[in-house]
């Protein structure tokens, strides 16, 4: 009934304005834009994910205030994309334009689609600040399936991806897989990043509505792409982002600083653990989000060169046991995603992770958990971790390991790892790897 109840609003409230372009509402200049960007064209929008999320967008928008505001819709799933304008009209009405249809099925998981999309946005409705949101599955750093051989070569021209996947015309979205039967492409992170530095926008935020993205290999990647990248290093509930309250309470706490950050992560966590309206709708997956500063990723960077090697020597296999882990490698063929404090505290002289803890505080500077999260599935069972908040941060970090030898579905990820800009600036060939 939520779906169909809101469809009924938006068609009462928002069809008499659609095509009446002398109350489009259009400015020189807006105060802040929030941008969704919504990869819907795989298994998500075939359980009418981004449908359920479109009605909670509708209603969110209802409770928007301020007309110097603008939310910008791309939607691609069954049907060629499409992008919508939700705005506050001067009578302090919500309206909704359909600003552009694509005459063709454009690939979201294409950097330059993307692109054309910021740009499109940046040149009609100049902010004085943008917000981007990520809408899709994500695989964090994880490279395409097809792209390496076992032995970590690249096969072809597919790169390293992350975010996204679209199984494009004639592809089974339920499966995601492409008329090939592949799975379908995905967005490399550093291409990613190339779209976004290149495009006519600078969002002052990422936020990833999307699995496994709050990985320092990601975020070192979009470090000039964005001040601050907002995401999980868990597992997401197919849910997603409670639009209907993160719209008006949160997407647009401009100017946005760490505190107006900190709100977003705050709104989110409510939503997912404690709002009596939701809590039921995310099943108990439990939540771990946590904020990024972008300006801080080089000092981490540097401060991991500086310490990591007098904890790991001649390529050995570090000792993790007992290290917070956000997704189970046996059950997933991801791998473990360790927590980079957790793993870093058990590495470390209780010295040395201090000092590299003071930098790595200045860069995650917020973090918001539950006691325990969903881990993995397998059938019919939900199989949970608990936290240990006394370490954890709430992002990731890959730590080579023996298991990823042995069984190699993505290929071998202590060789692939290497591939990453990560590896190279944190230190990692001064340990042996």
Known sequence: MKFHLYIIIALILFSSCKDDSNSSGEKSHYRHTTILYFSAQNSLGAQNAAQMDSAEIVNGVLKMKNPNDNL????????????????????????????????????????????????????????????????????????????????????????????????????????????????????????????????????????????????????YDLRNATDYIIGNPTTTSGYGMYYEDMIPHALFSYPF????IKKIID?????????????????????????????????????????????IHDGEYPDLTGVQRYISFEHTSYP???????????????????????????????????????????????????????????MSMFFPQNIYNQYQYYGNLNKLFKNTQWYKVAGWKNTGW
Request: a negative charge; proline letters at 2%; aromatic letters at 14%.
């Open 72 to 219: 910008i819709f791309y939607l691609d799933d069954d049907k060629n994309p499409r992008i919508y304008r939700y705005y506050i009209r001067s009578d302090n009405r919500a309206s909704l334009q359909k600003i552009k249809t694509y005459n063709y099925d454009a690939n979201s998981s294409d950097s330059t689609t993307l692109k054309e999309v910021l740009d499109f946005i940046g040149t009609k409705y100049p902010s004085d600040s943008y917000g981007l949101v990520l809408w899709s599955h994500g695989m964090g750093w994880l490279p395409d399936i097809i792209s390496f051989s076992k032995e970590g070569r690249r096969t072809s021209s597919r790169k390293l991806n992350g975010f996204g996947l679209d199984v494009g015309a004639d592809g089974r979205m339920a499966s995601d897989l492409d008329a090939q039967g592949n799975i379908g492409q995905q967005m490399e992170t550093t291409a990613l990043a190339w779209a976004i530095e290149n495009s006519k926008i600078h969002p002052t935020y990422i936020f990833f509505d999307a699995c496994l993205m709050q990985c320092v290999e990601v975020a």
């Open 257 to 260: 600083t760490d505190d107006s």
């Open 267 to 311: 709104h989110f966590y409510y939503d997912v653990m404690e709002n009596p309206e939701t809590r039921d709708l995310y099943q108990g997956q439990g939540c771990v989000i946590s904020a990024v500063k972008t300006s801080e990723l080089q000092n981490l960077a540097d401060a991991t060169a500086a310490y990591l090697s007098t904890a």
């Open 336 to 394: 473990y995603f360790h927590d980079i404090s957790s793993a870093m505290k058990k590495l470390l002289t209780e010295e040395n992770y201090l000092e590299w803890k003071k930098v790595l505080d200045k860069c995650v500077i917020y973090t918001r958990t539950s006691d325990r999260f969903l881990y993995y599935t397998s059938g019919f069972n939900v199989y949970y971790n608990n936290v240990d908040k006394s370490s954890v941060c709430g």
